[in-house]
């Protein structure tokens, strides 16, 4: 048998280089594609759910409660008067503001009331202002006392300031008439 | 004088090689992390603006409940009535016992329909709710 001239051999290789091009690509794409939509709201919590005829109605002073009422044109009445949406920041600040140093049980409630025929978004913005009017008391309350904002204290600090500052807001049940 | 500079001998060579594993690595890496759970939803709605809105911290609590601009209630997947909530909730309830509720209503819903959503929810012991907002600028 003649003995063929063989070529030397040479090793096979898969060429890796545009590899990392490759998964480049792909996790541009996953970076670019993914989208982490954060849930952002205005948080409550409802009252527990009495049956009506265990109901009790409790009286409130009058210079402890705050009556927002929306009817059903979205007018907002604040202790009866009409007020603009965007004002009623200021005008619950101070009264906020007044009842720091007083006992829990003489802080001041914002009652929110509705009509059954307002709209959603009007309860929001309302919501909304009572919420930022809270959140600029708890905020200034705690630039005096610890020289920093509610949101950058400890956690031992933040109790300290929401139990001064507690966010008491009573959603009132619309009454059934107008249905 | 001779001032010669002296020829590198071998090419200079940065491996190459473990790039890709390491770019696999972490594509890996969001690939795992991203959760892509996407709900369907049947409802058209949009969100209501606010300034004062806060990150819900706990994915994995929230149950979302959407009111599109027709009234209707679509409950996590489904559309129901809402003589259904109460019951559907109270079971979630029974799993994650602090579940927190994101309303997702439109902003044009009345609040009749809105309070009595809350009224199934608190008979269904669901407290802690969160009307979704979009933040405004």
Excluded: H
Excluded at chain 2, 4 to 15: E, F, G, L
Excluded at chain 2, 92 to 118: A, C, E, F, Y
Aim: aromatic share 8%; charged share 25%.
């Amino acid at each position: 048998m003649p003995i063929l001239n063989r070529k030397p051999r040479t090793e096979p290789e898969i060429p890796t280089a545009s590899m990392s091009d490759i998964s480049f690509l792909l996790l541009l794409f996953f970076l670019v594609t993914t989208t982490i939509d954060i849930d952002t709201g205005i948080g409550l919590t409802l009252p527990e759910y009495i049956p009506p005829e265990e109901q009790k109605t409790v009286e409130i002073s009058k210079e402890r409660m705050a009556a927002l009422l929306i009817n059903e044109n979205g007018d907002v009445l604040l202790d009866g008067a009409v007020i603009a949406i965007p004002q009623i920041k200021n005008n619950l600040k101070p009264r906020i503001e007044s009842k720091i140093e007083l006992p829990s049980n003489k802080k001041l409630i914002v009652s929110v009331k509705t009509d059954r025929k307002t709209f959603y978004n009007k309860y929001i913005q309302t919501l909304d202002q009572v919420k930022l009017s809270y959140f600029e008391v708890r905020d200034e309350y705690s630039l005096a006392k610890y020289g920093k904002k509610y949101n950058e204290l400890n956690v031992d600090d933040q109790s300290v300031v929401r139990d001064k500052v507690p966010i008491i807001i009573s959603i009132a049940e619309p009454e059934k008439i107008g249905t | 004088m001779k001032f010669q500079k002296k020829r590198a001998q071998s090419k200079a060579n940065i491996p190459t090689a473990s790039m890709s594993d390491i770019v696999f690595i972490l594509l890996l890496f969001f690939m795992v992390t991203t959760t892509l759970r996407e709900q369907e939803v049947f409802v058209k709605y949009s969100l209501p603006e606010a300034k004062a809105v806060e990150k819900v911290e706990n994915k994995r609590l929230i149950s979302y409940l959407w009111v599109g601009n027709d009234k209707r209630i679509q409950l996590n997947d489904a559309i129901v009535k809402l003589e259904e909530v109460q019951s559907i909730m109270y079971g979630k309830r029974q799993l994650l016992p602090n579940v927190i509720v994101s309303m997702r209503v439109d902003k044009n819903v009345d609040m009749g329909m809105v309070t009595d959503i809350q009224q199934e929810l608190r008979k269904a012991y669901c407290l802690r709710i969160n009307y979704s907002a979009s933040v405004k600028i």
